[in-house]
């Protein structure tokens, strides 16, 4: 099993930066694509950020110019720089890892979420 933990969010006034990480840790033989979904109040699940393990990004639209995903391979380790906040971007961010067991398993694996709060 793999453990995804993140660090905790915060609150920020808009136009503030946080930067949320998750550290992954347990059996498995690779961590593949990693990114961040977020969930709004009344709002659907949306990908926020991926990185593939050759570090390939791909954005939301909303965020892209402000936010940058990256990761660190050997300390399984996966960061969400987030800057320009807007109120908007409030929600629980939750990190993700797609992972390979070996023998063509995989599966996808969730953090508990974070909160990000941004204040207008």
């Known amino acids: 099993q793999v453990q995804l933990v993140e660090s905790e969010g915060g609150l920020v006034q808009s136009g503030g930066s946080l930067r949320p990480s998750c550290a992954g840790s347990g059996t498995f033989v690779s961590l593949m694509d990693r990114g961040w979904f977020r969930q709004g109040p009344g709002k659907q699940r949306e990908l926020v950020a991926s990185v593939t393990r050759d570090l390939s990004p791909r954005y939301l639209d909303s965020v892209k110019g402000r936010f940058t995903i990256s990761r660190d391979n050997v300390k399984n380790m996966v960061f969400l720089q987030m800057n320009s906040l807007d109120p908007d971007n409030t929600a629980v961010y939750y990190c993700?890892?797609?992972?390979?067991?070996?023998?063509?398993?995989?599966?996808?694996?969730w953090g508990q979420g974070t909160q990000v709060t941004v204040s207008s």
């Open positions: 993700y890892a797609s992972v390979a067991l070996g023998g063509g398993y995989h599966y996808t694996a």
